[in-house]
């Protein structure tokens, strides 16, 4: 209907038919109402965000149709033009409320300061037109006719135009919600500033008359706004704010407004070369333009130190505590280096952190470290500089003529973590191990400073935890060597370092071997041979004893294939690391192993330490009890240095439980030794487990365990851990034995 309005008109004013102007009015303030009732209905679709800013444009839309309305009433009357206080009241008006429109879509900049920028950005603009629009529409006009403050006033038109053209520019992006409907409203503020602008310039020259063809631009402008009220509601706008920060616009689009400033320099310059005097209107609006530029200016300064002083804090502290973050700390540590003072650093690490966040989960996780850093800086109370380098450590920086020794601000620390009664039940105790570094002739820089309290920290931990220690030089070559071993380990598999060898275990009854346990051996390059207590503790901290243990696991299957053709039911047994034990990638491990060496799973033993077991949760019970199902037999080693708790015995579903060293050794002279001994061989009886006793060295030993009902033995007195060409010699007899 409107855009059949607007045709109408359109032929009608071309064709300078009779009644053109009164047409041409009638049909904007149609097309206007028309557009104020799309954009009330678009208002009553939206969302509350979103009403406002329909309901500013169909207020527009509102001005614009009363507007013409009295435009209309006053032309028919007796003014040509009228140009009178309330017309212009009311367009200007409209301007507003579109402007208003425009500064709450959901494109727009949310803070204050932010919509504050963006109207100077445009009036900066609109000002800039003032010299422009002088040179190009009044500089032709002779000086007594610009004495009428009406043609003039009517600059303001095309200025306020383009003051929201760039408000829009400012606010809409195809990167942004509301993208499309914005364009269409920019096309309908472009077609209105060419119309003012057509219309201003036509009338200074005293050749515009109401029904000219200029005049459908308008109807058209409020056909667009019409037109965007029309495009559905964002899809991706749910009300809610956006949860990533909005991307920075490009640098064209922060330059854009003072692009016009500079064509307003050069329009002066030319409004001046006819008579050499600046026009007053000219003048007028460049101060404007120079008291508004400054005003921007402030405002953009203001924010700058505001941002940078946000940065900063966001760049220097520790968002969770409030703490100097690392930047600060090692800042701080340099400083204090370079002064030559002396320095120490007392590095902190919260002692089973991990499993506190693990349990209570990282809310919690998160209060305990602010409530600590709290305790902690009023522990150092001003003798250090305390600072979070991140997760659970902490660091003390004790510089300059410093009043306490750093051994004494660490027992104030640990004094202050010591759990309180509520803690101490809720089961979180944030205790901690501190390491000490005092600067001294063998620290080049800060880095080698914090890598001695580092070391430092990891003894205290070894050392039993909440407790600290200060670097020494032996405690920094231990740590150097510990270093170098864990990467001469890492390259130990790849490079064949390693073998098994096999310690055989013995059917007590007949003396025969049907079975060995694999034991690792590295042969380090430089080094020599080592057992496993010199490097398993090592890999099973670097995570690297599970690529080890599957190599065992390989190669000892792969060895006990070989034995099967001598002796069909001999067996062996693997230990498996604790850590393997939660993996579940274990039983693809082993099953893979076992098919791969054509072994029957029945022929392999997975040996696992009580503790290992006693800490399993039920997934890793679970995961036991696939493998049994897969025939594979679990032994439960060195049985009896853990914190046994027989209830246990009955959840595990193990076949062998091999009876630690310690218990055998002391059996001839420890009446303790053999009572407990024979009670667990009862008790496994019960539980349907063989024993195996471990560590027989002697022949008293042999016999004590034999005549308890121990089922096998092993140890030196049986045979010594040895290559797999002895165990098989070993074997050989006792195959023969039988047959
Ligand atoms: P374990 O599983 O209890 O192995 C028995 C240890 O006792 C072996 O020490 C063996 O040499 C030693 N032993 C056997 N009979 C006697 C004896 O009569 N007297 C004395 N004094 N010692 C005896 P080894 O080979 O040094 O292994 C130590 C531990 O390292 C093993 O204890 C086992 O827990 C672990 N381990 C060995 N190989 C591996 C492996 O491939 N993977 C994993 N995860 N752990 C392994
Ligand atoms: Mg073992
Ligand atoms: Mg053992």
Redesign the pocket.
């Given at each position: 209907m409107a855009a059949a309005i607007l045709l109408v008109e359109l032929a009608w004013v071309l064709a300078a038919l009779p009644g053109a102007a009164l047409v041409s009015d009638l049909g904007a303030i149609a097309v206007a109402g028309w557009s104020g009732y799309a954009c009330v209905r678009a208002a009553r679709r939206h969302p509350a965000p979103l009403r406002r800013f329909w309901l500013f444009l169909a207020a527009t839309m509102g001005l614009a149709a009363l507007g013409r309305t009295v435009w209309t009433v006053q032309r028919l009357g007796d003014d040509a033009l009228p140009h009178s206080l309330l017309v212009g009241g009311l367009f200007t008006l409209g301007i507003g409320t579109g402007t208003a429109a425009l500064l709450c879509c959901v494109a727009a900049p949310r803070s204050a300061v932010g919509r504050a920028r963006t109207v100077l950005d445009g009036v900066i603009v609109g000002l800039a037109l003032i010299p422009i629009g002088w040179v190009v529409v009044f500089r032709g006009i002779a000086e007594a006719d610009l004495a009428d403050p009406v043609r003039t006033f009517g600059l303001l038109y095309p200025m306020l135009d383009l003051m929201q053209l760039t408000i829009l520019v400012a606010v809409a992006s195809p990167t942004r919600p509301m993208w499309r409907p914005l364009a269409v409203i920019g096309a309908s503020l472009g077609t209105r500033a060419v119309a003012d602008a057509v219309y201003i310039s036509l009338f200074a020259q005293g050749s515009y008359a109401p029904g000219h063809p200029i005049d459908v631009c308008w109807p058209l402008s409020y056909l667009l706004i019409g037109v965007a009220a029309h495009y559905p509601q964002p899809p991706a706008w749910d009300g809610r704010e956006e949860a990533t920060e909005p991307p920075l616009p490009p640098w064209w689009r922060v330059a854009l407004p003072y692009l016009p400033v500079g064509g307003a320099i050069v329009a002066v310059v030319l409004a001046r070369r006819p008579t050499g005097q600046t026009p007053q209107l000219v003048f007028v609006g460049m101060m404007a333009l120079l008291g508004v530029l400054a005003l921007r200016q402030g405002l953009a300064a203001n924010e700058n130190m505001w941002l940078v002083a946000r940065l900063r804090r966001l760049a220097y502290t520790d968002q969770l505590t409030g703490l100097p973050n690392r930047l600060t700390f090692t800042r701080r540590l340099r400083r204090a280096l370079r002064d030559e003072a002396p320095v120490a650093v007392l590095l902190l690490d919260l002692d089973g952190f991990k499993q506190v966040n693990d349990r209570f989960g990282h809310v919690t996780g998160d209060g305990i470290l602010t409530s600590i850093a709290g305790r902690m800086e009023r522990a150092v109370a001003g003798d250090g500089s305390i600072a979070r380098l991140g997760g659970d450590e902490f660091a003390v920086l004790v510089d300059g003529d410093r009043k306490v020794r750093p051994e004494h601000l660490a027992e104030r620390l640990l004094d202050a973590l010591q759990p309180s009664p509520g803690e101490e039940e809720a089961g979180v105790h944030p205790s901690a191990s501190i390491g000490i570094a005092e600067y001294g002739p063998q620290h080049a820089s800060h880095t080698d400073l914090l890598r001695d309290a580092d070391i430092a920290m990891y003894a205290a931990k070894a050392a039993g935890k909440s407790a600290y220690r200060t670097c020494t030089p032996a405690l920094r070559e231990a740590a150097v060597g510990r270093a170098e071993l864990i990467a001469d380990l890492r390259r130990a598999v790849d490079e064949e370092q390693l073998h098994l060898e096999y310690?055989p275990i013995v059917d007590l009854a007949t003396g025969e071997v049907r079975s060995a346990?694999?034991?690792?051996r590295w042969r380090h390059p430089r080094l020599g041979l080592l057992?496993?207590?010199r490097f398993?503790p090592l890999a099973e901290e670097t995570g690297l004893?599970l690529p080890?243990?599957r190599w065992?696991i390989h190669e000892a299957c792969r060895a006990a294939a070989t034995w099967r053709d001598h002796c069909p039911e001999a067996t062996v047994a693997?230990?498996?690391?604790a850590a393997h034990l939660c993996r579940p990638d274990l039983i693809a491990t082993v099953t893979a192993a076992t098919a791969g060496a054509g072994l029957a799973p029945r022929a392999l033993t997975l040996?696992l330490?009580e503790s290992a077991l006693i800490e399993g949760s039920d997934t890793v019970l679970d995961r036991l009890r696939q493998l049994r199902e897969l025939g594979i037999r679990i032994a439960i080693?060195?049985f009896g240095t853990g914190y046994s708790s027989l209830s246990y015995l009955h959840r595990i579903p193990a076949t062998e439980l091999k009876i630690d060293?310690s218990f055998v050794t002391r059996l001839g002279e420890d009446a303790r030794a053999y009572a407990t001994v024979e009670m667990v061989t009862r008790l496994a009886g019960a539980f349907d487990l063989t024993v195996v006793a471990?560590?027989?060295?002697t022949d008293g030993q042999h016999e004590a365990v034999t005549a308890i009902g121990c089922v096998h033995g092993?140890?030196?007195r049986y045979g010594r851990?040895a290559a797999l060409a002895d165990l098989r010699a070993a074997l050989i007899p006792a195959a023969r034995n039988r047959a």
């Open positions: 310690q346990e694999a034991l690792v057992t496993p207590a398993l004893i080890i243990d065992v693997v230990n498996i690391a040996e330490t080693d060195d060293r471990e560590g027989v060295e092993q140890g030196w851990p």
